[in-house]
């Protein structure tokens, strides 16, 4: 017997795969952003962006964890809860891109505001996190 | 209220918790005042400088470090690379350095370059630089304040109201704008970029960030 699919859910599966996808992305983003943190020495300040003003600036850890390697776990985080599809999956895959979506904020508020540099990476992994946190938000409402 | 809504609801607090909390520890971090200017090392000592250069005017090699003084890496390479090479090159006449200081972080570092310009006039610029970095702050927190530099200043051996005194002055903004040409015209886009010339040959770059002895033994043979 052939299982049907409605246009509706096939949406929300594909909100699914779409999440992976940029999940993936912004993991790429993260691993960089921490490879080049522990170089320690790698990095110069450059005068075309910010990335090194940014990678080196007191906000680039949190409690004394590089902010690089937060945003790797929570992208491996996401990865995982998006390997499940039930309510409790996509609860916390929503509660993980939602607050990287605030932090991202907060870090591109600071970037701006403080900082005056801004990071191409850091911006592209914001604009991953605000992906995901629409996607999931959508994942969330689907039945 | 149907599941949907509640489920969203629900994790938006969640997130909400989480963020707050990034932000509070966040926050906490970001700010503070630099600490005050330890006093500054022998690296120089001895060694003449005139008009920003220094080591023996007549050295065959002319090394030029490009900076900006709230640049982090800039400091790490005056730590790790600058007295190697002054004990190397400088102080047995086999090369003179020269610095060229940019301010393209921000308005602390411009602020920075100014004064330390107006060290460069009491032949102390290679010191206040020196001091600068060990007392660096966050970048752009406004930490380069008259007291900081004052502090900075005093570290160095250098008379802390001549040198605020002249960065305000004609010979200080040319300084700057001779550092911004010059890092045009050899397209320095990161600080720090060390050049050299041999003679009077035009200066080559060779390389940025902290360069490793054996690059800088080779590009200065």
Not at chain 1, 93 to 116: D, M, P, Q, R
Not at chain 2, 110 to 131: D, K, T
Request: glycine share 10%.
């Amino acid at each position: 017997m052939t299982r049907v699919v409605a246009p509706r859910a096939r949406r929300f599966g594909a909100a699914r795969g779409v999440s992976v996808a940029v999940a993936l992305v912004g993991l790429g983003i993260a691993g960089y952003l921490t490879v080049v943190h522990y170089a320690g020495s790698a990095p110069v300040c450059a005068i075309a962006h910010g990335c090194a003003t940014v990678q080196k600036s007191a906000y680039a850890d949190l409690a004394g964890v590089p902010v690089a390697l937060l945003g790797l776990l929570g992208y491996l985080a996401i990865l995982g809860s998006l390997a499940g599809d039930g309510e409790r999956a996509r609860t916390l895959t929503a509660v993980l891109a939602f607050s990287g979506f605030g932090l991202s904020l907060w870090l591109t508020w600071i970037e701006v505001g403080e900082l005056h540099a801004i990071c191409i990476w850091c911006v592209g992994s914001a604009l991953c996190m605000t992906a995901l946190a629409g996607l999931s938000a959508v994942r969330l409402m689907s039945p | 209220m149907s599941q949907a809504p509640r489920r969203l609801l629900a994790a938006l607090g969640a997130s909400a918790v989480l963020v707050a909390a990034g932000v509070a520890v966040s926050a906490s971090g970001g700010t503070g005042p630099a600490p005050p200017a330890p006093p500054a090392s022998a690296t120089f000592r001895g060694i003449p400088e005139h008009d920003g250069v220094l080591g023996d005017p007549k050295a065959p090699l002319t090394l030029t470090e490009y900076v900006d003084l709230q640049c982090p890496i800039c400091a790490e390479a005056s730590k790790q690379t600058l007295p190697w090479l002054v004990e190397q090159y400088v102080r047995p006449g086999k090369a003179k350095l020269e610095l060229r200081t940019l301010h393209f972080i921000g308005p602390d570092s411009e602020r920075a370059a100014h004064v330390a310009a107006g060290a460069e006039q009491q032949g102390r610029l290679w010191p206040f630089v020196e001091a600068f970095y060990a007392a660096q702050g966050q970048e752009n927190s406004g930490y380069v304040t008259d007291a900081f530099l004052r502090s900075v200043a005093k570290a160095a051996g250098v008379d802390a109201g001549k040198a605020l005194a002249a960065a305000d002055g004609e010979l200080a903004l040319r300084r700057l704008e001779r550092a911004d040409a010059d890092a045009t015209r050899l397209g320095v886009n990161a600080t720090p970029t060390f050049t050299v010339a041999k003679g009077d040959a035009a200066p080559t770059v060779i390389g940025s960030g902290v360069l490793t002895h054996a690059k800088l033994k080779a590009a200065l043979r």
